[in-house]
């Protein structure tokens, strides 16, 4: 059975103080996680430390960074180092957010380096795919993300791929007014499974987890996460909540 897991993705917020708060209270309610079931915990950088410290000794909870660069060491100023995340016992990295694909100007090679690299160093890539309003207004949606996921994922093997957690982000539907419906949320997944069966096979595929990442909350999460091909979410705002995000947890199947 894949994982359903419940990924909270802190971003550029809080405090140290608040983020240790924040943390202590949501780490106490993930003792009743089911086997299948998992909490990450992507924290800034400078509390990652922290951040494990507070998980190591749950079961099925972890700590990610939020970005990771393609290269072990060298003259990067700046950058967090596979090899560091080990040292402190992190294994798990977001890859290909959609900011960090539009702010940063991240392609889909140079994720596929990153994804590689978190692969061959034993970390797990949480690896982000979606599509922006305007490819969704044309319709363009499914072709879009078959060739982020060609371009970043498919060279890989079927086993490294199945290391693999997949995000979908549809971009469109976060702070633009709109909202994405459960159905669309199940359409995008469905067809991003298709894409790996079509490449790995069906049972590769069905062992795949794939989340979904547009505006979760403790109102929308047991309907999203009730969809067959749905294994839980990518959270932004609503993971700096407590109470919410700890609703989001419970609505895991």
Request: proline share 3%; aromatic share 8%; hydrophobic share 40%.
């Amino acid at each position: 059975m894949r994982k359903q897991i419940a990924a909270a993705n802190w971003k550029m917020n809080l405090s140290f103080q608040e983020a240790e708060t924040l943390i202590d209270k949501m780490v106490p309610e993930c003792n009743n996680l089911g086997e299948n079931q998992q909490v990450i915990f992507a924290v800034p950088s400078p509390y990652l430390t922290m951040a494990q410290a507070k998980v190591a000794d749950q079961a099925n909870v972890f700590v990610a960074a939020q970005n990771i660069y393609s290269k072990k060491s060298g003259a990067y100023t700046g950058e967090v180092s596979v090899a560091m995340l080990q040292s402190i016992g992190v294994d798990h990295a977001i890859i290909g957010h959609s900011e960090r694909r539009d702010y940063f100007n991240e392609s889909n090679q140079f994720l596929a380096e990153k994804v590689k690299i978190c692969l061959d160093e034993n970390i797990v890539p949480v690896f982000c795919c979606g599509e922006a309003l305007p490819v969704r207004e044309s319709n363009e949606q499914n072709s879009f993300v078959k060739q982020q996921l060609e371009e970043s994922l498919f060279s890989l093997s079927a086993d490294e791929n199945q290391k693999v957690v997949i995000a979908y982000e549809p971009i469109w539907a976060i702070g633009t007014g709109k909202t994405a419906t459960s159905d669309q949320a199940q359409e995008m997944h469905a067809h991003i499974r298709q894409q790996l069966a079509s490449k790995y096979g069906e049972a590769v595929a069905a062992n795949i987890s794939i989340l979904y990442g547009g505006s979760v909350k403790a109102a929308n999460a047991k309907e999203i996460f009730g969809k067959p091909d749905v294994d839980g979410g990518l959270v932004g705002g609503s993971s700096l909540i407590a109470d919410e995000f700890i609703q989001i947890i419970k609505a895991l199947k």
